[in-house]
């Protein structure tokens, strides 16, 4: 439906491009599946459908909002192929939102981190992800697991509970969890500035932190 109502295929045109569009993000028996209502296919099956259905009038921006949850590792790996294929083939962009830091060092070209709806941290993943400059950024890294590290390793956990949306703290949202906090962190919030490392960050101890990192 969307093909005809966005391209000028004709009926036949788009059933034909949608039944690739499903073979393409590993949906088996394609042209049976294109016919069958959404009740007939697993979860899996309906989320790889809802992609095929998003990519397929090649948008010049897709905004992904955790597409790969609940796909198996070769699924995954099979959509995010396609979304890399896409993007170097139509110059596509994608607004990719995620909780998972592997996808996102995997596909992202600048990743931004947000805490309670907004930005802490932006700019070229490898640099942030690598050497993050702002402390949720640092706890998100230090609580996922690593093949580099040796087995007796702990995850570290970042301590406390996010605080209520409609009871935020004073100043940083973030200081209440913070190790690095001091008294302005309790008192004013900062801003989103440009760091020492060609990156942004909203922190009023930013420049001692990347200078420890």
Not at 150 to 155: F, G, N, S, T, V
Not at 160 to 167: I, K, N, R, V
């Amino acid at each position: 439906e969307q093909l005809l109502i966005h391209t000028s295929l004709s009926k036949r045109e788009s059933a034909e491009l949608s039944v690739e569009m499903l073979e393409r993000v590993g949906i088996d028996e394609a042209g049976k599946r294109f016919y069958q209502y959404a009740f007939e296919l697993s979860g899996g099956m309906r989320q790889r459908a809802m992609i095929a259905m998003a990519l397929s009038t090649k948008p010049k921006l897709l905004i992904a909002d955790e597409p790969t949850t609940a796909l198996d590792v070769t699924i995954q790996a099979q959509v995010l192929d396609l979304m890399k294929d896409l993007v170097k083939e139509f110059g596509m962009a994608i607004l990719f939102i995620t909780h998972d830091l592997g996808v996102i060092a995997q596909v992202a070209d600048r990743v931004a981190v947000m805490y309670l709806g907004n930005i802490v941290e932006s700019g070229p993943v490898r640099e942030v992800l690598r050497s993050p400059a702002h402390p949720y950024t640092q706890g998100l890294m230090k609580s996922v697991p690593r093949p580099d590290l040796p087995r007796e390793a702990k995850l570290v956990p970042i301590e406390g509970q996010p605080p209520d949306l409609s009871q935020l703290p004073p100043g940083c949202s973030f200081q209440p969890r913070c190790p690095y906090a001091v008294d302005i962190c309790a008192q004013e919030a900062p801003l989103l500035l440009e760091t020492s490392l060609k990156r942004t960050a909203a922190c009023w101890l930013v420049d001692e932190i990347e200078a420890a990192v």
